[in-house]
């Protein structure tokens, strides 16, 4: 099993649209959770934390589950600067391999006038 | 100016040469990784290094190979480069100081194509 698994898309919504993405996460010691964007051809940059209780920030909810070790993002209202690849990226708490964070392979989001 | 940078943006080279890429940042952190991303694969760690006597293999360290210079440099390096090392490159930065909200700051990227 992977350890964070997207869902690839593409989502392809209208502008105004809400939509959710999900993530999964194997290693149920991880410490902590983001969600990263990345644009085409740029680097991946920090969206928002993910906290037990949940959160939000402005258009972007985050939500954890840990008993099913998933995280989820919703985005209210579209707008066409949405369009990017959402990464889910899993904080694991040591080195190993792979470091201390595990990115996903991301969901890519289209917003379509 | 930016935090992290890299040089150069864009390389092209042939099989067989030698080229490093370089990484700076002046955010102060300790922390440093290179990734790779190619298409459909997503960001693979190829080295890390938690501080400048440091150095951690990644997932993908095979024909690779890292210095770090300094807290604010680490570079990366690719001793006789082949056709399937083409893939964009990300440097990226953390501070352990964070605790459990230690994140990374990534570079802009460098483009690699070898011929």
């Known amino acids: 099993r992977k350890e964070v698994e997207q869902d690839p898309g593409p989502f392809n919504v209208p502008e105004g649209a809400t939509v959710a993405f999900n993530c999964t996460y194997s290693?149920?010691?991880?410490?902590?959770f983001f969600w990263y964007r990345q644009d085409c051809r740029k680097e991946p940059k920090l969206l928002m934390s993910v906290y037990s209780s949940g959160n939000e920030d402005g258009r972007f909810t985050a939500q954890l589950n840990r008993a099913s070790q998933y995280i989820s993002l919703l985005i209210r209202d579209s707008k066409l600067s949405d369009s990017a690849t959402y990464l889910c990226v899993v904080n694991i708490g040591y080195g190993g391999s792979q470091g201390n964070l595990i990115f996903g392979k991301g969901t890519k989001l289209s917003v379509k006038p | 100016d930016a935090d992290v940078t890299q040089t150069p943006r864009n390389r092209i080279t042939k099989t067989g040469k030698r080229i490093m890429l370089e990484c700076s940042q002046t955010?102060?952190?300790?922390?440093m990784y290179w990734y790779r991303q190619d298409p459909g694969l997503g960001l693979r760690l190829i080295y890390y290094s938690f501080d400048v006597k440091d150095i951690n293999k990644g997932e993908i360290s095979d024909g690779y190979s890292v210095s770090r210079q300094a807290q604010a440099k680490f570079s990366l390096s690719l001793e006789s480069a082949i056709p399937n090392q083409t893939a964009l490159y990300f440097c990226?930065?953390?501070?352990?100081?964070?605790?459990?909200?230690?994140?990374?700051?990534f570079g802009p990227g460098t483009r690699l194509l070898v011929l």
């Open positions: 990226a930065t953390s501070d352990p100081g964070t605790g459990e909200q230690e994140t990374q700051y």
């Open positions: 290693n149920s010691a991880s410490q902590s």
């Open positions: 955010k102060g952190h300790d922390r």
